[in-house]
């Protein structure tokens, strides 16, 4: 059974850098499409980042040219580096596995723009 554990999350205030980290356990990483997906309080969820088995990355707009998602496939881990988080909320981060039909999420990690 394929998990994604998250990590990284906490207390950033405005303008500040974050990483964060999603281990994929039980299945073979490799396969998998990665994303990270947002979700403020009152809101839906909106994918942020997406990044392809061979490493090409997408990106929502509004975080283009600040945000990075990496992925090592050695460690089964996808990354997202948050900089410069000027116009973000505090939101849960939420990382998504798909190889199709399938499709996992993890459990969030929360991230607080505290000043």
């Known amino acids: 059974q394929v998990s994604l554990v998250e990590s990284g999350g906490g207390a950033v205030q405005p303008g500040g850098s974050l990483r964060l980290s999603c281990t994929l356990f039980?299945?073979?990483?490799?396969?998998?499409?990665m994303a990270w997906y947002s979700r403020a309080t009152g809101k839906q969820r909106e994918s942020v980042a997406t990044?392809?088995?061979?490493?090409?990355?997408n990106y929502t707009e509004s975080v283009n040219g600040r945000f990075t998602i990496s992925r090592n496939d050695h460690k089964s881990t996808v990354y997202l580096e948050m900089n410069n988080r000027e116009r973000e909320v505090t939101a849960g981060y939420y990382c998504?596995?798909?190889?199709?039909?399938?499709?996992?999420w993890g459990q969030g990690t929360q991230v607080t723009v505290s000043s």
């Open positions: 990044i392809e088995t061979e490493g090409r990355s």
């Open positions: 039980g299945g073979r990483f490799g396969i998998y499409t």
């Open positions: 998504n596995a798909k190889f199709r039909p399938d499709k996992y």
